[in-house]
């Protein structure tokens, strides 16, 4: 009999062999792509003796053109009460009213974490002669930053009264014509995060975890956020990890914390990939980093993703990429972005057999140069499938 995901103590999860799981099919290609999906984490699941149910929540387009909103509240208590959820691309509505919607998810349940893990499978086509070499969890602050959204617009009387109280309290010059926004930072998101990071390298014993700012310039909000990260290794994981001024580079057996400024990383990363384990980052620059990292193996298209609050118990795990509606009911794009998002879930319930099991079987389908369009344009003798031929491809290989 299906139930609930439950918070148990200490914060782990009671996860029965029959979960009810919340999913958002998608917008544009989530058509094609979520029906790929679901069988191979129900052929994966029953592998082991477990089955999800599978409740239909809306949201973007088609949450719109049926209940008249993109968001529904239906769906947000879903996910609230279910605790884990998946989702396909969602369509964010152009104009006013909500900037994104996975934004919105995201702060309404408080997922401070994106959790982005990038790695490469063997014989996908990538643009870096050594794409093996990046094996990257990123860590980046859900919440804060200039997603907060705390914006005026230029020319309105808000603007105009921000730029005069600015001027008369901070002395800041402000050019008439301009809009501003306000990118909060605080200890509360900074530390939440930085703790959720360097846990996981304990957990999955990775050797560092890297704070990726932009402190020279903006020094009291990307500075103080390198700050934080220094001092909480000290107030809680002294026994464990330790910073890299307090050992000089050498931390002998404990994880290393240390620190890069944002643009100097994004050029790291292409040039020295293995120096980078864990990254923990403020919310623009893990946008940055975790896309150009993805496009080192494979692309977005394979990019997948976790919005987690390891307080709360709460989970929505998500594609990457855009909903791309000219393909929309083609069975034509790739739906490994959805399949690694639910690999991400599958281990977050405590499934690892079931979640490597289809690692194992993508990896063999690339093998075999069984793939989707993207890849077998660049690949030499592949064999091109549809989606849902993929899916199946990978479902035959568990």
Known sequence: MAEKITLGAGGALNVPDEPVIPFVRGDGTGIDIWPASQIVFDAAAAKYGKKIEWKEVLAGETAFNQTGNWLPDETIDAFRDHLIGIKGPLTTPVGGGIRSLNVAIRQILDLYVCLRPVRYFPGVPSPVKNPEKVDMVIFRENTEDIYAGLEVQEGTPEAERLIKILKEEFGWDIRADSGIGIKPISITGSKRLIRAAIQYAIDHGRKSVTLVHKGNIQKFTEGAFREWGYDLVKEEFADVAVGWDDC???????????????DI???QVLTRPEDFDVIATTNLNGDYLSDALAAQVGGIGIAPGGNINYVTG???????????????????????????SGVMMFDHLGWHEAARDIERAIEACIADRVVTYDFARLMEKATEV???????????RL
């Not at 000089?248 to 944002?262: C, Q, S």
């Not at 549809?386 to 035959?396: H, M, R, T």
């Open 314 to 340: 709460h989970g929505v795990f998500e594609a990457t990429h855009g909903t791309a509606p000219k393909y929309a009911g083609q069975d034509k794009v790739n739906p490994s972005s959805v399949i690694l």
């Open 386 to 396: 549809k989606c849902s031929e993929f899916g199946q491809a990978i479902v035959d």
């Open 265 to 267: 990383t994004l050029q």
């Open 248 to 262: 000089g580079g050498k931390p002998g057996d404990k994880i290393l914390v240390k620190d890069n400024i944002a």
